[in-house]
Each structure stands twice: as structure tokens, then as C-alpha cells.
């Protein structure tokens, strides 16, 4: 899909759900990384992460194109069209709109479940303590006895 496929898309979609026209321009936008698609308050254009429809297809790009003709519409309208006004989540509904759009990232190779843990154990009161980074034992001790501490794992 080009810019001007998406453009003719997004017409459609605005004449169809809203049955008013979209008057301005919907554009892929590549440099967007974690968010579907937005809407510029300044210029009323509408931008789409191509990621999107890569990953997931046209029926993610269509529910993206609804929630940000949602913010496009109630804009120009001057109604409240931010995430937490009751005249956005009110049209979402309606329109049957996407309030959040399907992860774009995948997560990161070093997510916190990879990463190992450190399971130290003081040696005068047993009390344990996992740590996320590698203690020095000399330099640190228990914080309950200020006993010696112990590498275990």
C-alpha cells in the first residue's frame, strides 16, 4: 500500500463511519516507532506507522485510520478530543474504533526475565536478598544485623 492508497482509504473511511469528509492528508510516516498512527493538531494531517500493516495487515490499518479520525473529527469540530475526554471514548464507541493498536516493538533481547539474579544471604541473621546487580560483599552488609554478606547464587 502507497500514501495515495491510504489517502483514497482513509477518505472512505471518514464518508463511511463518520459520513463526513476528511479534508487533509494521511501519510505513512517510517520515522514513527511505538505508536499505530497520529493525528497533528497543527496541520489536521494524519500519519500511519507503516510497520503497522506490515506486521498486521489492513484490518489494523483500519482500525489505526478510526481512532485517528476520531481525534481528527472532534478536533475540527471543537469537541474534546484527547485520549481522556468523554466526547473521544464516546465517539471510539460508537464508531467501534481501536483504543489502543497491536504492539509495534517486539521486546528487547534483554528483558528482565533474562537477565540473572543475584541471591545473597547474610551469614549472621540468614536473611536473603536478590539483587538485579553483581554486590560487592566486602563492601556492603546486611542492612537488618549489619552482618557480612554472602554470594549464594
Do not use: W
Not at 516493538?105 to 549472621?124: D, I
Request: glycine share 6%; with cysteine; proline share 5%.
Amino acid at each position: 500500500m502507497n500514501n495515495e492508497e491510504l489517502q483514497q482509504l482513509v477518505s472512505r473511511i471518514s464518508i463511511e463511519s463518520f459520513h463526513k469528509p476528511f479534508m487533509h492528508r494521511a501519510y505513512f510516516n517510517p520515522r514513527l516507532r511505538t505508536t499505530g498512527g497520529r493525528y497533528l493538531l497543527q496541520s489536521h494531517h494524519i500519519e500511519i506507522n507503516p510497520k503497522a500493516f506490515e506486521m498486521y495487515g489492513l484490518k489494523e490499518v483500519e482500525g489505526i485510520i478510526l481512532h485517528e479520525l476520531c481525534h481528527y473529527h472532534l478536533h475540527i469540530e471543537g469537541k474534546g478530543y484527547q485520549h481522556r475526554d468523554k466526547d473521544f471514548r464516546d465517539l471510539l464507541k460508537k464508531v467501534n474504533a481501536p483504543r489502543f493498536c497491536s504492539a509495534l516493538q517486539k521486546p528487547t533481547s534483554r528483558s528482565n526475565k533474562q537477565r540473572p539474579h543475584y541471591m545473597y544471604t547474610c551469614l549472621k541473621c540468614r536473611q536473603k536478598y536478590v539483587r538485579k546487580i553483581r554486590l560487592n560483599v566486602r563492601k556492603y552488609c546486611c542492612g537488618k544485623c549489619s552482618g557480612p554478606l554472602e554470594l549464594v547464587e
